[in-house]
């Protein structure tokens, strides 16, 4: 939130967050504006003048997320066999969609969202700090020059929007990751 606004409007936010952080990690990227309003005691137009778009506030919800994935890349990048390196850090951001509801849903594209520069903030900010770690697998030639960060991101997103309702969403989301990174051929 940018530091020239009022005083109120500064700690409505931070309520909003406060109460949006939960309310994500229980309902998942579908949970209630209204109620969000209510429990922080604002009403659904304050909500909506400080995130324009549910889109906006997931954002500022995995904000810290992806800052941390972001910066787990750049800890990772020239340590090891490239491959590796990489499927560690991707196994990292299956863990934290499988496992943090709402974050799968901003790593695709919202179609419907109005400014198209924040069409996909939260995976660009992934994709600008984990390209080291596939042009390393590239260049090894360990992983296809076909491999783009996006589609990874996007068959990370989907496989975790299509694990949560599993008992157990991680495990399954890891197991059928691994299965389209590895391909359907026998494991050596």
């Known amino acids: 939130m940018p530091e020239g606004r009022r005083a109120d409007a500064r700690r409505n936010y931070g309520r909003i967050l406060a109460v949006a952080v939960d309310e994500v990690a229980e309902h998942g990227a579908n949970a209630s504006l209204e109620q969000i309003a209510r429990v922080a005691g604002?009403?659904?137009?304050?909500?909506r003048r400080h995130f324009p778009s549910r889109r906006a506030l997931l954002e500022a919800v995995s904000h810290k997320r992806i800052e941390d994935l972001s910066e787990r890349a750049r800890e990772l990048a020239g340590t090891g066999d490239s491959r590796s390196v990489l499927l560690a850090w991707l196994d990292e951001v299956v863990d934290y969609s499988a496992t943090a509801r709402g974050?799968?849903?901003?790593?695709?594209?919202d179609s419907a969202e109005v400014d198209p520069a924040h069409v996909n903030g939260c995976a660009a900010a992934l994709e600008d700090a984990a390209t080291p770690l596939l042009r390393d697998a590239?260049?090894?030639?360990?992983?296809?020059?076909?491999?783009?960060?996006?589609?990874?991101?996007?068959?990370?997103?989907?496989i975790a929007m299509a694990t949560e309702h599993y008992p157990d969403p991680a495990a399954q989301a890891h197991r059928l990751f691994?299965?389209?990174f590895t391909g359907l051929g026998p494991t050596p």
């Open 42 to 47: 604002v009403g659904s137009a304050t909500v």
């Open 103 to 109: 974050l799968a849903a901003v790593l695709v594209p």
């Open 138 to 158: 590239v260049r090894d030639g360990t992983v296809s020059p076909e491999a783009a960060l996006a589609d990874l991101l996007a068959l990370i997103a989907g």
């Open 178 to 180: 691994r299965l389209a």
